[in-house]
């Protein structure tokens, strides 16, 4: 790779932009978790991701990628400007023969907690600097699948990874969990779309508080939300941490889910200090969910 070749405008950002794909390119360095379709590097703040399927970078999709990236770096400009919310800046974007490569912000804190098992097996094997191979859809589709053998281990890693990030949560200010109920709310009147799906979505710092990662503009009017409807896309956010109970014992799931009840509690808290309205079924309902792992431990009781 030529070192003089101009990528961006920022001088700084070029020369840490050739440094980090000479070592990504040239397998110097290994990846430090992946997503659905990129494989994720970490250098020191930034996050260098690399689409994991080999494509050609015609001069259509070079364009159309370009596109987006610019549509998506204009939206979290908004996003962290007009409406305070904390999440990652791209920074820039560069096309190889074969492969997308973005640098963006890393996020401070910490993934809520464990969705793919890719990253729970990075989890356990941390010290050896493991990642799994896989790089195709299919692939990614087989490594759902946790053999018997490495199940109690990966159930063992989670469950230490989610009671560590949850008493986080269960310590941290009222007024954080405040700040992530406002955010979310924003977002979705601003025809942002927020992915719940996962909770590697969503990284917290016990000082900075929640950040949001994968923002893109909406496709549906989600302005159009009700309270009650925004207050269980909020709760889903949490979720995961219930992701690998098939791995853990029954000691280890009822810690896990007393800390949930906990942890709902002061989400409800934050609905009522951000003024959501809700009509009396829908609060009985929302207040059901703050105590309904009480129900579950006593079905795993008997």
Do not use: W
């Not at 729970?120 to 859809?137: C, E, G, Q, W, Y």
């Not at 302005?223 to 709760?235: L, R």
Request: glycine fraction near 2%; charge should be positive; hydrophobic fraction near 35%.
């Amino acid at each position: 790779m030529k070192q003089n070749r101009k990528f961006v405008d920022d001088v700084k950002m070029n020369i840490m932009l050739n440094k980090h794909l000479y070592n990504v390119r040239n397998r110097k360095v290994k990846p430090n978790t992946k997503g659905s379709y990129s494989y994720c590097y970490y250098f020191g703040d930034h996050v260098l991701l690399k689409n994991m399927n080999k494509t050609e970078m015609t001069p259509e999709l070079q364009e159309r990628l370009s596109n987006h990236f610019l549509q998506r770096k204009n939206i979290i400009d908004m996003v962290k400007k007009d409406l305070n919310v904390n999440t990652p800046t791209p920074v820039c974007c560069f096309f190889g023969k074969f492969h997308y490569y973005e640098i963006q912000e890393k996020a401070p804190g910490s993934v809520l907690s464990i969705y793919y098992p890719s990253t729970a097996r990075v989890l356990i094997n941390k010290m050896k600097n493991v990642l799994d191979s896989s790089s195709t859809p299919e692939e990614l589709e087989n490594e759902q699948k946790i053999s018997p053998a490495e199940a109690i281990e990966i159930g063992k890693g989670v469950f230490l990874y989610n009671i560590n990030m949850q008493k986080q949560l269960k310590n941290c200010p009222q007024t954080l969990f405040d700040k992530f109920v406002r955010d979310f709310r924003l977002l979705l009147y601003s025809g942002i779309s927020v992915d719940v799906s996962r909770a590697e979505n969503f990284l917290f710092d016990k000082e900075k508080g929640f950040s949001f990662v994968d923002l893109e503009q909406s496709s549906s009017p989600m302005c159009k939300m009700s309270h009650y409807q925004i207050a269980q896309t909020i709760y889903s956010a949490f979720n995961n941490f219930t992701q690998f109970f098939p791995y853990m014992d029954a000691k280890q799931i009822k810690i896990i889910l007393k800390n949930m009840d906990a942890i709902y509690e002061k989400v409800y808290k934050a609905f009522e200090n951000n003024k959501l309205e809700f009509t009396k079924e829908e609060q009985k309902i929302l207040l059901e969910r703050t105590q309904s792992s009480k129900k579950t431990i006593k079905e795993l009781e008997k």
